[in-house]
């Protein structure tokens, strides 16, 4: 008896090591880099479950500024890019790191600042107008100085306004952090800041700060999401990436991507192109 229950267990451990390999070769994920905003603003938090839900596939986040969210599609560690520079984007395409850019959901940039509006930029709709006058102000800017999206759009604007910004002016502060951190250091100095709308709406930390300039239509956010090219990197998933993409572009993807809210605002608009 004794012999036959210990040929008993061997035989379950060996059918345990051989299903085992199985199970976890069954186990669909796809790892996408994307941008902090997506994730501080709590969007993928709502999403990617669903998606899961739906598809059988697990989603793991890189989330970083959108420089380097391109760059680890560059190195092939990430089988889905999903960002908001669309120069750096349609680059990234041109450059065989993905074949297609597909538009999926915009929202816009704000400039938040202090209440007391130092630079008396409040109610201005002209963003380049708006850095004119906090430059000449000399009062405190907190860049995110990340080679994100946003880090980009802000470039834009400084240099469309005809100012070159540099750390070693005393006024204009680089934090090399995402969108959270950054919002949390221009509350602490109460300092300007640009921000995309979805992460500011989700910020709890607000103190003094206060939206002061919005509605410009330079302001625009645009987001795309691309497969790395399994061409160039054989280890992409291509079947499950293009199954998230095509899921975000869907009927049903941007309908969840239209219901996200917070304090019953929206926060992203899909626009994917039908």
Known sequence: MKKLFHSLLLSLALISAVLAPNAQAQEKSI?????TSTEQSGLFGYILPIFKMKSGIDVKVVA???????????????????????????QFVQDGY????????????ILIGP???????????DIQTAFQKIA????????RGDKSGTHAAELRYWKGAGIAVSPSQSWYKETGSGMGP??????AMNGYILADRGTWLSFKNRGDLTILVQGD????????????NPAK??????????????????????????????????????????
């Open 31 to 35: 790892i996408i880099s994307s941008t």
């Open 233 to 274: 990197f054989p280890s992409v998933k291509k079947a499950e990436g293009q199954a998230f993409i095509d899921w975000l572009v869907s009927k049903n993807g941007q309908d969840v991507i239209a219901s996200y809210q917070i304090g019953g605002e929206q926060l992203f608009f899909p626009n994917a192109k039908k």
């Open 217 to 228: 239509p330079k302001l625009f956010n645009q987001y795309g999401v691309m497969l790395v």
């Open 64 to 90: 970083v500024g959108t420089g380097q969210a391109l760059d680890i599609g560059r190195r092939g560690d990430a089988d889905v890019v999903f960002v908001h520079d669309k120069p750096a984007e349609e």
């Open 182 to 187: 950054a919002l949390n250091t221009a509350s």
């Open 136 to 143: 000449a102000a000399q009062a405190p800017f907190i860049s």
């Open 115 to 125: 209440k007391s509006d130092p630079a008396k930029v409040g109610g201005g709709k």
């Open 98 to 109: 993905a074949t297609k850019r597909y538009e999926v959901m915009y929202n816009d940039f």
